[in-house]
């Protein structure tokens, strides 16, 4: 009589065993309090970056805030998943009518106006810069943070934000190019600036950010092969 042991592949119980641990392994974990905490502050943080007002240069009508700086540090420090949470919190009361983005504006206001391509990339943004710095963790090195804030901070941000521009303004991609150009440098000294805290936050709070999927699908794999 034949079983699993006799060399046909894992009896059902092996199975099972296997399909738990998979399931375990891709399922990403509950919230912790501490998670919560960890995100109320962040998303207080940005709310703060907004309180000292904003500053409209050119006529694209583009506001400079600081809270473009929060939505990098909050993926850089906090990850993806915390991150995005952080600014979807921002987000939600936004929308919710309170005056927590920069100027004392609202969601609705934002949501609006020609600019409202760039609060919606917030969230992309802080996805992206949080998937990219796990996948440097566990040690956090500035220059390629910097490198990962600026595609997300940057690049991911104006891509929505300058595709929100030309669906509610008349300007050709050229002209709303070179109309949010003036606003570059001080978002790559905002990244350069993100890097610098996050790499002293990683390095004296070292596991802030889990680990990447990929290594928790490699040990998956790992233990299936056995």
């Known amino acids: 009589m034949l079983d699993g042991s006799a060399g046909l592949g894992p009896g059902p119980a092996s199975r099972q065993e296997q399909t738990a641990v998979t399931r375990r392994t891709f399922t990403a974990p509950r919230l912790t309090a501490r998670d919560l905490a960890q995100i109320a502050v962040f998303a207080a943080l940005i709310v703060a970056l907004g309180l000292p007002g904003q500053l409209s240069i050119g006529s694209s009508g583009v506001p400079i805030t600081l809270q473009s700086m929060g939505i990098m540090l909050a993926g850089a420090i906090l990850g993806a998943r915390k991150g995005t949470l952080a600014v979807l919190v921002v987000f939600a009361l936004s929308i919710a009518g309170l005056p927590v983005l920069a100027g004392g504006r609202t969601g609705l206001t934002s949501l609006s106006s020609p600019t409202a391509g760039f609060l919606i990339g917030w969230i992309p943004a802080a996805l992206v810069i949080g998937l990219l710095t796990a996948r440097m963790m566990p040690r956090y090195r500035f220059f390629t943070g910097f490198a990962v804030n600026i595609f997300g901070g940057i690049v991911v941000m104006y891509v929505f934000g300058i595709a929100g521009m030309l ?26 600036v993100t890097a610098a805290v996050a790499a002293q936050v990683h390095r004296a709070y070292p596991g802030v950010i889990p680990a990447p999927v990929r290594r928790r699908s490699e ?4 233990l299936a092969a056995h």
């Open 219 to 222: 040990s998956a794999s790992a």
């Open 167 to 192: 669906l509610r303004t008349d300007m050709g991609i050229g002209g709303a190019l070179l109309a949010n150009l003036t606003f570059v440098p001080g978002d790559v000294i905002k990244a350069a």
